[in-house]
């Protein structure tokens, strides 16, 4: 294999890994909690920046970007900082919206928080330098594991699997538990929920906060390896994407989403790269952005419940079958 | 300072565009329990239709009927053949948010396949300016105004003085118990569509009458303050919706004449915001509170 | 290669150049022997051709492809048809690095490209100059004015310097009392601090800077304070619908005042709905847009704007970028590039690289070029030349930026851009921070 041909092999993976774990945190918001989120990229952009500014080292005039809280810290503090930023920013939210709202009104208060989001960024150019983003994010331990870009992009990959690795098997702890068992009687029936003695306000804030962390997380991965962050690299279509993730492989099940992410962001949106283009130059991706639409209406039509439904016993093997025409 | 009365006048212009479309937005959800978030890619879908009339040489008045027409009938069969198709195979409250989006993302891409990435205007003139106080307007904002007045008394007469209305509404609190009345619900549904869509198409025209230029995402941009002002006056409330528009209307006017005009519509999410915190069902709520226990 | 290093010390230091890029090359996969290509080579427009910056893409696959067709009417380079290929970054770092691994990863005979622009410059020069792919970028960034990158080269000038060009006109005209009225945009937002200060060097006021969030359906509170800051002309970039609207309602609310643009604002997407909501006539009034200079006349452009009106088939509505700077610029990369493989022998570009500025080091004695043809057949001939572009002569500083003098143009109601003034490089250079 060339070495481009691995660039570009690892980058993918890199890509598939960040976006699973990304994924697995929406699923556990949308899936297991029942709580639609759809300023879940907005917790990824803010995951993304705070590992940004930390680890840019301190802004000083005459730079070519402007942002706050410039720091230098080192690895892995810069990850765990996007995490953090992300998980509080979700408190917050979290406790204006999910406390007395009802649930089609925190979807709307988060479509709108998702939209504004992306104003002040793009606005606020002292913040987060507006509209231009951040570039020239350090990339974690380049200089002191001395490898050539190629090793270092292997490791790096391996890196991101090691933390989808953990993120999953955090998640699946979850979705297993007693806490997760709770999670999925509320969101089916939340006043029988909390007529048996739930406080279900608290645990769905306790899983947007754990969720908005993961994706924190995600998001901060994600900035140190691109080395570059800005507004438009989290739009709010960017949501539903990973939401399309959730429903094409089961909301719920974290092997189905694992198969979802497979199939919709990077299969998906990457195999559109490889199309002759026709007709004229953006045509494709006009229509690309249309198909995701379809296979929303045809999963929610035709499997509901996504590839790999929520309960074991209901998978049967012809659903791959079915399932095909959509892909 | 001094800008702020003009900016009152100018905020009266935004909020006759936003009331005519809240009012549409809120309309569907109340009587059919869709939050129907491809609504402002109908409105971009509907100024197109208004668009080919136009450049066919048909009057830009009459264009708007056309752009109301399209938009009923659209919306009616958008809701016909996909929206209750989904309902009826059970997707609940979530699902069918999901299944608005995708219809918006198709809506939209498919906008833009067909028109391209480019930006289009109206053949129209704004007519000879009126100075009212210190407040301008043109003809055709006043045009704008005055539909969206007569807009919103004919939902007014139709949802108080007509049978209709009448069922639209006893749909709207209990479609069940409407249906066990003898109410045929489902022809009041699609006539709920019918209304609604025809106020999103006045709406999308209305919208692009104001902004001169219009591309395949012009709509769906306008959703924010539509959602603000639909929320704002409690969801499903027609009235609420109209008071929401003129709060949301006024303030980003105001806001953007004090503050700076970046923030325009983040003042709009700042009001709703707080809102939501004192008065999580909007400020007006007796339909909203009811359709919890459906929900 | 030994007779041309007597010649001069300019070919003297490109050797040693090229054999400190060769020294380079070893140390990774690539041999010390150029790669031999068997088939047609390729050149990428790497930019966005989707999302809120795709009028980009379309206008640089406009340079490629007549640029590509003379050469291969000439017969090739090195006995190679060449192709252009378009490659979409949708306008954000986050899509365009993957997008340029694939295009690296995937693409046969991938010698040479345009792009990327300032939506992805920063996140992917490194992984292109990485795979030792020389690349004329139309980012305008201002980071890249002591560029380091090998394999980065420029032929416009950065965003800030049109900020510069535009008070200096302003001022020329008279004008003291500014007003800028930019989007919220990244390309928008480049222009303004330079803008800014020189102006107010110049001794202007800014009497009013707005920030316009894009696409609102009104703008009339934003004019409202424009005009009471009573200024007697308009600095503006933003994306076409929102100009439309704001001038538009400055028009029915004041009645316009003179507006001065840049070379965005000279786009076709922008002039339409521009046009088409203030009416063209006030338009061609009213307003100047600046733009990096190009003759757009002379041989070079001749031969240019032939070979771009014959390739209709391949380029909708050819005669739109006909004196579009960027599109002259993208077209003459190409042309470089190919030269600069006759002149390295080689189409591999860890070789041909080197010899880049050589193709138009205006060295004594070169002879001057005006085509591909004509660079061949001097190459062929055993004469050094220097090729003089369709967008006017190129002259690589040490960081491998060409950037020249700006010019103010006017919209004249039958569509074409009647040259209004020109600022010279030396002026911008002096009021640039």
């Known amino acids: 294999m060339t070495d481009a041909m691995q660039f570009y092999i690892s980058t993918l993976l890199i890509y598939l890994f960040i976006d699973i774990m990304g994924v697995l945190g929406l699923n556990l918001q949308f899936g297991v909690a029942g709580i639609i989120n759809f300023a879940y990229i907005v917790f990824v952009g803010v995951g993304a920046y705070t590992a940004a500014v930390v680890s840019l080292g301190p802004d000083y005039p005459g730079n070519f970007q402007h942002y706050m809280f410039g720091a230098s810290w080192p690895f892995p503090l810069p990850i765990l900082a996007g995490g953090v930023a992300a998980g509080l920013l979700s408190l917050v939210v979290g406790v204006i919206s999910l406390r007395r709202l009802r649930s089609d009104y925190q979807a709307m208060v988060m479509l709108v928080l998702s939209l504004i989001a992306t104003l002040v960024a793009s606005n606020a150019t002292g913040l987060v330098n507006g509209p231009a983003g951040l570039a020239t994010i350090p990339q974690p331990l380049y200089d002191q594991l001395g490898l050539n870009p190629l090793e270092y992009q292997w490791v790096y990959a391996g890196w991101c699997l090691f933390l989808t690795v953990l993120v999953f098997l955090f998640v699946r702890a979850i979705t297993r538990s007693p806490l997760g068992r709770t999670l999925r009687a509320m969101r089916d029936n939340e006043r029988a929920a909390s007529a048996v003695g739930k406080n279900v306000t608290l645990l769905r804030l306790v899983i947007f906060v754990v969720g908005g962390v993961i994706a924190g997380i995600s998001g901060a991965v994600f900035a140190e390896f691109i080395q570059a962050w800005s507004p438009g690299s989290w739009l709010y279509p960017e949501t539903f994407v990973f939401l399309a993730a959730v429903l094409v492989g089961g909301a719920a099940n974290n092997w189905g989403v694992i198969l979802g992410t497979l199939l919709v962001p990077v299969g998906f949106l990457e195999a559109t790269r490889f199309l002759p283009p026709i007709f004229y130059q953006g045509f494709i991706e006009a229509m690309q952005w249309v198909c995701v639409g379809l296979l929303i209406l045809l999963f929610l039509w035709f499997r509901p419940n996504g590839i790999f439904p929520e309960k074991p016993g209901r998978f049967k093997p012809r659903a791959t079958a079915q399932s095909r025409p959509a892909e | 300072m001094q800008q702020l009365i003009p900016a009152f006048g100018f905020g009266l212009i935004t909020a006759s565009i936003l009331a005519i479309a809240a009012v549409g937005f809120t309309l569907q959800f109340s009587v059919t329990n869709i939050l129907n978030l491809a609504y402002g890619d109908i409105m971009t879908a509907c100024a197109f239709a208004a668009y080919l009339a136009n450049h ?40 069918m948010i999901i299944v608005t989006i995708a219809v918006s993302l198709i809506i939209q891409n498919l906008l833009l396949a067909i028109f391209r990435p480019t930006f289009f205007t109206y053949e129209a003139s704004q007519g000879p300016s009126y100075q009212l106080g210190s407040m301008v307007f043109t003809a055709s904002q006043l045009a704008i105004m005055g539909i969206a007045v007569v807009a919103m008394v004919c939902v007014h007469l139709l949802l108080t003085q007509t049978q209709l209305g ?42 692009v009458l104001n902004t001169a230029t219009f591309s395949e995402t012009t709509g769906a941009a306008f959703l924010v303050p539509i959602i603000a002002s639909a929320v704002l006056g409690g969801i499903g409330q027609p009235y609420g919706a109209m008071l929401g528009a003129l709060t949301i209307g006024i303030a980003g006017e105001t806001a953007a004449a004090l503050m700076s005009p970046a923030y325009k519509d983040v003042v709009a999410f700042v009001i709703l915001i707080v809102v939501l915190l004192v008065r999580p069902q909007g400020i007006l709520s007796e339909i909203a509170a009811a359709k919890e226990v459906a929900a | 290669m030994s007779d041309r290093l007597t010649t001069s010390k300019v070919g003297l230091s490109l050797a040693i150049a090229a054999v400190l890029v060769l020294a380079a090359c070893g140390s990774s996969t690539q041999g010390a022997k150029p790669k031999t290509y068997t088939g047609t080579l390729t050149f990428a427009s ?10 980009f893409g379309p206008e640089m696959a406009a340079g490629c492809i007549p640029a590509a067709n003379t050469i291969n009417q000439a017969g090739g380079v090195l006995g190679h048809q060449v192709q252009c290929i378009a490659v979409d970054t949708r306008g954000d770092p986050a899509d365009a690095v993957p997008a340029a691994q694939k295009m690296i990863a995937s693409t046969e005979n991938l010698v040479g490209m345009n792009g990327p622009s300032s939506d992805e410059a920063l996140a992917t020069v490194p992984i292109i100059d990485r795979a030792h792919l020389p690349m004329f970028a139309d980012s305008g960034q201002a980071a890249f004015d002591k560029s380091t990158y090998k394999y980065f080269y420029r032929l416009t000038p950065p965003d800030d310097a049109a900020g510069v060009a535009m008070a200096i006109y302003a001022y020329n005209k008279g004008y003291r009392r500014g007003a800028a009225v930019f989007g919220n945009d990244l390309s928008s937002q480049g222009n303004v601090p330079n803008l800014l200060t020189a102006f107010a060097k110049l001794g202007g006021q800014i009497v009013i800077n707005q920030t316009l969030t894009l696409d609102q359906s009104s703008y009339r509170t934003e004019v409202t304070a424009l005009v009471a800051a009573s200024p007697d002309v308009i600095f503006t970039e933003a994306d076409p619908q929102t100009d439309a609207a704001y001038l538009s309602q400055l028009q029915q609310l004041h009645g316009l005042i003179p507006v001065i643009g840049t070379q965005p604002t000279v786009q076709p997407p922008w002039i339409k709905a521009v046009g088409g909501a203030v009416g063209r006539d006030a338009l061609s009034k009213n307003f100047a847009a600046a733009q990096p200079f190009s003759t757009s006349q002379g041989p070079a452009w001749d031969v240019y704007n032939k070979a771009l009106l014959a390739a209709g088939s391949e380029v909708p509505q050819p005669d739109q970028w006909s004196q579009d700077p960027y599109t002259e610029t993208d077209y003459d990369a190409i042309i470089i590039m190919a030269l600069a493989m006759l002149e390295a022998k080689t189409p591999d570009p860890s070789f041909y690289n080197a010899l880049i500025p050589a193709v138009v080091g205006n060295a004594t004695g070169a002879t001057e070029v005006h085509s591909f043809k004509e660079g061949m057949d001097a190459i062929a001939a055993g004469k050094k030349i220097n090729y003089v572009g369709a967008g006017g002569p190129i002259a690589f500083d040490e960081y491998q930026n060409s950037t020249g003098a700006f010019e103010l143009i006017g919209y004249s109601t039958n569509g074409s851009n009647p040259q209004l003034a020109v600022v010279s490089a030396e002026d911008i250079a002096k009021l640039r921070r």
């Open chain 3, 46 to 55: 790497f930019n966005p051709f989707t999302g809120p910056d795709a009028s």
């Open chain 2, 56 to 95: 066919a040489g048909v009057n830009i008045w009459i264009s708007l009927v056309v752009g109301a027409l399209f938009g009923a009938v659209f919306s009616m069969l958008l809701n016909r053949l996909v929206y209750f198709g989904f309902v009826r195979r059970g997707t609940r409250l979530f699902g």
């Open chain 2, 166 to 207: 009448k069922a639209m509404r006893a749909t709207a609190t209990n479609p069940g118990l409407a249906r066990s009345c003898g109410i045929p619900t489902d022809q009041v549904i699609d006539a709920a569509w019918l209304v609604s869509g025809a106020l999103c198409g006045i709406a999308g025209v209305a919208l």
